[in-house]
């Protein structure tokens, strides 16, 4: 098996998004667009009606991820996005997933 070059571009990310977020699809359809971009981690439900995603890809991948994060979808409000760069060493995701609220 061959080194993967893109092991020095991965960077994780912290992502809080605030607003009209819960309720709406929001996480699926990060879900999905996580998965369009090759983008991993995972996102849940906060209990204060915030939704949380850690993050993990390129600096290309997550500035992509971060741009829809903040656009949401038709049907989120987004009034704030919160983002957060995790510092090595920290685990390697190898897919995107959605998780329970806390």
């Known amino acids: 098996m061959e080194p993967d070059d893109n092991d020095g571009m991965l960077e994780t990310r912290l992502v809080r998004v605030r607003g009209r977020v819960q309720g709406i699809g929001y996480r699926e359809a990060c879900v999905r667009r996580a998965m369009a971009l090759g983008v991993t981690g995972w996102v849940r439900n906060r209990m204060d009606g915030s939704v949380e995603a850690m993050l993990q890809g390129s600096p290309e991948q997550l500035a992509d991820m971060c741009a829809w994060l903040g656009e949401g979808m038709s049907a989120a409000l987004v009034d704030e ?5 995790v510092q090595a060493p920290f685990p390697r995701f190898d897919h995107f997933e959605r998780l329970a609220t806390v």
């Open 81 to 85: 996005l919160e983002v957060t760069e």
